[in-house]
């Protein structure tokens, strides 16, 4: 079964930097978008960004663009999410999870729990 | 924007059933996904495509659309099924990744 574990979260100061990993087993990484989405405490979800299976395209949530970059490593089954210039509103749990393409977009079958990042001076 | 819109809340007996619904403008024409979260576990799918369901996810979840209204229903409540629900769609547009707000079910 496909398991995907997030790392890299914590405090960081506003204006400062940080880098979630997610690392993906039990499915064929290459086959599949990859996606990351937060939740703020006490809101709903929302869709961070979003990078293809080959990585040659990315797409981000207007609240990041500019700020946070997506990339991810095949060889290593390995998402990435750049944190640069960070604000308190971008604290949040950040989750990573797989896109499962239908003919409507995609769908998100298996996530992992999380990481939580503190954006605070 | 699109948006959808969930009950901030829904409670239920255990053994009961609870429909938790997702509000949309011509939400007949999207496909619909159920997302089940509990703090500090990984989300999960217990629907998707409206009304499919992932291997693994007992047949208590089920999913509907009836006009401009989705449904997710979870029979024979458990104390277990206690957790957030949202309602997702990918809608053409610049902002395609559209959730709900969420729905908290409480077993009372």
């Known amino acids: 079964e496909a398991q995907l574990l997030e790392s890299g979260g914590g405090l960081v100061q506003p204006g400062g930097s940080l880098r979630l990993s997610c690392t993906a087993s039990?499915?064929?990484?290459?086959?599949?978008?990859m996606i990351w989405f937060r939740q703020p405490p006490g809101k709903g979800l929302e869709w961070v960004s979003i990078?293809?299976?080959?990585?040659?395209?990315?797409y981000y949530a207007d609240s990041v663009r500019g700020r946070l970059t997506i990339s991810r490593d095949n060889s290593k089954n390995t998402l990435f999410l750049q944190m640069n210039n960070l604000r308190p509103g971008d604290t949040a749990r950040y989750y990573c999870?797989?896109?499962?393409?239908?003919?409507?977009?995609?769908?998100?079958?298996?996530w992992g729990q999380g990481t939580l990042v503190t954006v605070s001076s | 924007s699109y948006v959808l819109t969930q009950p901030p809340s829904v409670s239920v007996a255990p053994g009961r059933t609870a429909s938790i619904t997702c509000g949309g403008k011509n939400i007949e024409n999207e496909s619909v996904h159920w997302y089940q979260l509990k703090s500090g576990q990984a989300p999960v799918l217990v629907v998707f495509d409206n009304n499919d369901r992932p291997s693994g996810i007992p047949e208590r979840f089920s999913g509907s659309k009836s006009g401009k209204t989705a449904t997710l229903t979870i029979s024979r409540v458990e104390v277990g099924d206690e957790a957030d629900y949202h309602c997702q769609v990918w809608h053409d547009g610049s902002d395609p990744i559209v959730f709900g707000g969420g729905t908290k079910l409480t077993v009372l």
């Open positions: 999870a797989k896109a499962t393409s239908i003919y409507q977009g995609y769908y998100f079958d298996y």
């Open positions: 990078i293809s299976d080959d990585g040659g395209s990315a």
């Open positions: 039990g499915f064929t990484f290459t086959k599949y978008a």
